[in-house]
């Protein structure tokens, strides 16, 4: 993930971004991808807004199409054993808030930071990936030194395109994951987001009424909206509200919005998702695609 540093609003962490901190306008985003040598180290960072949907499989995994930047195509993904039910990360964790659809997560304090680290969980392979859009086959993929699938578009990599709104044909060999075949329905840009967004010129969030954003409906998934607030160059909490694209429309309750400072700066990101499963004998897969839009905010 690029990290985008904005005038004022520095170093803030864009994880509740869904990778969307690195443009204003449109793009897709999946998970980290690799270099234009095909199979890297990275990818498989992108996951659905639920996790992984096992349905029971011991393996699960995310493979993510994206165009991380104008013409610029990644697919990346990874498979794990599939975590203890028990686990299972909750949308709205730890300390934060639910009001309706949207969470509040307080910033991150010092005895956070020192909190004791899971460890990276083991990563296995399903064999070659192949990816095909109608006849053309765009990747085949096999897992990189530490097993994770990623490849970038590039002079080496020509044929790692599609256009927004296709359907993706995916196809895996299998190894100890075993074979899988889906389809991953590449989702279209977010259109007639009000309000405005913008990296120059900030809109003002009122923290003393309901905040509401919306946005043509489209047929995706989901639409995550999320406020990051800033104070200085230290991140000051984040909201984050999620439903389904066709709703169109998103409205920040007050009881949440309450908690930011007045005069914070910080981001305003859309995410919009699309998620399709795929199974194997062993394993359920979410097959990702998203795209999101971002602008720099003042909150008033």
């Not at 005038?7 to 999946?30: E, P, R, T």
């Not at 980290?32 to 029971?56: F, I, L, P, T, V």
């Not at 493979?63 to 013409?71: K, Q, R, Y």
């Not at 991150?108 to 296995?124: K, L, N």
């Amino acid at each position: 993930m690029k990290l985008f540093i904005l005038a004022g609003v520095a170093s803030l962490s864009c994880g509740a971004l869904v990778a969307a901190c690195s443009s204003s306008s449109n793009h897709s985003s999946g998970g980290g991808g690799g270099g234009d040598g095909g199979a890297s180290d990275g990818g498989g960072d992108a996951k659905g807004d639920g996790g992984s949907s096992s349905g029971g499989a011991p393996y699960s995994g995310t493979l993510a199409a994206a165009e991380t930047t104008a013409s610029v195509f990644d697919i990346a993904g990874d498979f794990i054993a599939t975590p203890d039910a028990s686990a299972t990360t909750n949308t709205c964790p730890g300390s934060g808030v639910t009001s309706g659809s949207c969470c509040y997560e307080p910033p991150i304090t010092a005895s956070d930071a020192g909190a004791t680290d899971a460890g990276t969980p083991a990563v296995f392979s399903a064999g070659t990936i192949t990816i095909k859009d109608g006849t053309s086959t765009l990747a085949n993929l096999n897992p990189g030194t530490n097993g994770a699938y990623g490849i970038t578009s590039g002079a080496s990599n020509p044929t790692v395109k599609w256009t927004a709104g296709d359907t993706l044909a995916v196809s895996a060999a299998g190894a100890t994951v075993d074979a899988f075949t889906g389809n991953l329905v590449t989702v279209v840009d977010l259109a007639g987001v009000t309000p405005t967004l913008s990296l120059k010129t900030a809109t003002t969030v009122p923290l003393a009424a309901p905040f509401v954003v919306s946005w043509t409906p489209g047929t995706a998934t989901s639409v995550r909206v999320t406020l990051i607030a800033a104070k200085g160059t230290a991140e000051d909490g984040s909201i984050s509200c999620s439903v389904d694209d066709s709703a169109g429309t998103v409205s920040f309750p007050m009881a949440l919005l309450s908690k930011i400072t007045t005069g914070d700066t910080g981001v305003l990101s859309l995410t919009r998702q699309s998620v399709n499963q795929a199974t194997g004998n062993n394993v359920s897969v979410q097959l990702v695609s998203t795209t999101a839009t971002t602008g720099i905010v003042k909150f008033q």
